[in-house]
């Protein structure tokens, strides 16, 4: 928030804020329990607990201390009436007394216990139980029957002294017999405040048959709550009611392997003109079911499409929600293939956002004033190379604007590992032995469903409507993978996303062919050469000056001193171009020189180092926002950067960590960024 001073007029305060600092006072809460239990025969069983509380708001003040003290107690009495072979009955009693002083540390009572007496919406309950005194009974009888189940009834009164009166009744059944089980839940409140009078009506029930293959259920859920504003005898706007009926049949075990299928309808009703009124309905189609599950494969499959009608609208909405695993393993688990395949109606917001500044360190992004205006526009920020410069974070503003959208996800990867037959006499399968493959794609995909309703093909792209997209794919070919050994790895990667924001899309693409070499000369000396090859482009539908198409070639040698398995030494070499294609054809040729080590002292001393001499030699506008990403936030010239990392461990649980990082260009003075912590582990 932004606030403006203005001035008084004649001694006369004309604003509507004052800047205060509301002080935090020291507060103090001791609690005192008593509880114990009496067994004066083996049907009667008595518990009682006692609590003391003393709560002081301010420690630094004496005002107001004659409500410190509070009270609370409860007590409970079952006895068991009837003992035989059918049959056990209980009747039982709690009543529990809360003084309005009292104050406990945790909750007392299940997070439900508001609604579940209308006191959400009557009075804030937290109000009542500052202000006056709580009382609570319970009287109930639980029947049991060893062939066929338990049917419990409740009886319960809730007072606030003159404030609130309400009683709730409960019936509970969970009865089964030959195949045949029945469960229901009903409840109704009847209450009176102050303010207003309430009914509840409350109804949850199942019944299912179970077959020697198979099983039918039916489920019925009702829900009705009228509050009465006693003022002027107007119904409450959070008033509401439904009705849902379910039938469903399945085969099979749902532990194992099953298919079920099902419908469900369910009515919705809101206060329209201060009366209950219907305000829509819905359809509901699903299966689930799970058709293979073994060692070596699995397929699960759920779908669930729902059509819902509004009484003030003749459309009717659609959504679809669907997903398929499927997960195989051949061969002796040599190939492994793990399949997914989502489809989801939902709504994404039409996002906007904004940078704010941080303290040095603490952000993300770093803006460039690429036309030297002095204002801060949105395509002037960009992700900060170092953690100096980090001196802003995005931050997502309040949205109202919703689309609706339809969702399809799938994703495949692919596993093939010929490590088992490395012990295989055949020579064919000892050479395939030193092979592995790794693939693995992905593409996501939202679009408009105002404009594409559903389209089950994940990999059509729809030229309008398109709203996001995510697709990634990766494979990654190895030769002796692990084992340091003229270890080669060779992966290609393509990703690409596109997302659309209040200002317009921004799509980026990426890419890449990677060589990476690895083999350990001798016991002391390793060696590892990296060599990359990519393609990135940027384009941003109203941001030309964030627009890019980066070919980037990259070859990087690196040679590594092994003194023990702890502690190494690194020399590097790299060299790489970078050329954009499109805009002002920037272009950057860079050498790099650095040597790093790294030291480790029984797991009590980590240290790190690194220099690195880095020569740019850049062709461009270097304060372009193109500029800092190709150079990665380096200056054109010379540059040098170095870094140390120490960690030490003085107690089991007690660490301290020191970090520095500095760098250094021709035309610029040394930056020099650091931090230390301790750190205590509980």
Request: contains cysteine.
């Amino acid at each position: 928030n932004i606030y403006e001073y203005i001035p008084p007029s004649n001694g006369i305060k004309q604003g509507n804020y004052d800047p205060i600092i509301k002080l935090v006072s020291p507060e103090k809460l001791q609690i005192a329990v008593i509880n114990g239990n009496y067994t004066p025969n083996e049907k009667t069983t008595v518990k009682f607990e006692i609590a003391s509380s003393k709560s002081d708001k301010n420690l630094f003040s004496n005002i107001d201390d004659n409500n410190n003290d509070g009270l609370a107690t409860k007590f409970s009495l079952s006895n068991q009436i009837v003992k035989s072979k059918l049959w056990d009955i209980y009747v039982k009693g709690n009543l529990e007394y809360i003084d309005k002083n009292f104050q406990s540390v945790e909750m007392i009572y299940n997070p439900e216990f508001n609604r579940d007496w209308n006191l959400d919406s009557l009075v804030s309950y937290s109000y009542i139980n500052q202000n006056k005194n709580q009382l609570l009974l319970k009287t109930g009888i639980d029947l049991i029957n060893k062939n066929i189940g338990e049917i419990n009834y409740n009886y319960e009164n809730l007072k606030f002294e003159k404030q609130y009166d309400g009683t709730r009744q409960l019936l509970d059944m969970n009865l089964k017999t030959k195949g045949i089980e029945y469960i229901s839940n009903s409840s109704i409140l009847n209450s009176e405040s102050s303010l207003y009078e309430s009914e509840f009506l409350r109804s949850y029930n199942t019944l299912k048959i179970n077959y020697k293959k198979g099983w039918s259920k039916i489920n019925f859920e009702a829900e009705k709550n009228l509050k009465t504003n006693l003022i002027d005898n107007r119904l409450a706007y959070s008033n509401h009611a439904y009705k849902s009926y379910e039938l469903a049949t399945g085969i099979g075990d749902i532990k194992n392997k099953y298919v079920e299928i099902g419908y469900k309808k369910r009515i919705n009703d809101s206060v329209i003109s201060n009366r209950l009124q219907k305000v829509n309905s819905s359809n509901n189609y699903y299966l689930k079911s799970q058709i293979l599950k073994d060692a070596n494969s699995n397929l699960n499959m759920f779908i669930n499409y729902r059509e819902m009608k509004r009484e003030d609208d003749q459309n009717i909405d659609k959504y679809l929600n669907s997903r398929l695993i499927y997960n195989q393993k051949l061969f002796d688990q040599i190939v492994q293939s793990n399949m997914l395949y989502e489809t989801n109606s939902g709504n994404l917001p039409q996002q906007e956002y904004t940078y704010v500044e941080v303290e040095p360190g603490l952000g993300s992004y770093k803006w460039i004033d690429i036309n030297n205006n002095g204002i801060q526009e949105l395509e002037e920020f960009e992700l900060a190379q170092f953690q100096d410069e980090g001196l802003y974070i995005r931050v997502f503003l309040p949205n109202q604007i919703y689309i609706n959208t339809y969702q399809n996800r799938f994703s495949q990867s692919l596993i093939v590992n010929f490590h088992k037959w490395s012990n295989s006499e055949k020579k064919f399968r000892k050479i395939l032995s030193h092979f592995s493959n790794q693939s693995q794609y992905i593409i996501d995909k939202k679009t408009n469903q105002d404009i594409e309703s559903f389209n089950f093909n994940p990999f059509n792209i729809p030229v309008n409507g398109l709203l996001g997209l995510i697709t990634n794919f990766k494979n990654s070919l190895h030769y002796n993978r692990g084992k340091q050994d003229f270890s080669t790895t060779y992966s290609y990667s393509l990703n690409k996303s596109k997302n659309t924001l209040s200002f317009g899309y921004i799509e980026n693409n990426l890419e890449s062919n990677q060589l990476n070499f690895t083999h350990k000369l001798n016991t002391n000396w390793l060696i590892d050469i990296n060599s990359i090859k990519e393609n990135k482009e940027s384009v941003s539908e109203n941001f030309d000056g964030k627009n890019y198409n980066l070919d980037q070639l990259k070859v990087h040698p690196k040679m590594t001193y092994i003194f023990n398995e702890s502690n190494r030494l690194n020399f590097y070499y790299q060299y790489s171009t970078n050329q954009n294609t499109i805009g002002n054809l920037e272009s950057l040729k860079q050498q790099k020189i650095g040597i790093s080590s790294s030291i480790s002292n029984s797991e009590k001393i980590n240290f790190s180092c690194e220099f690195n001499y880095i020569n740019n030699s850049f062709e461009g506008n270097p304060n372009s926002i193109i500029g800092y990403v190709i150079m990665e936030g380096l200056q054109a010239g010379s540059n040098y950067t170095w870094s140390l990392t120490a960690q030490r461990k003085l107690t089991k649980s007690l660490d301290l960590n020191f970090s520095y990082f500095g760098r250094k260009s021709e035309n610029s003075n040394s930056i020099h960024n650091g931090n230390i912590q301790l750190r205590a582990i509980f």
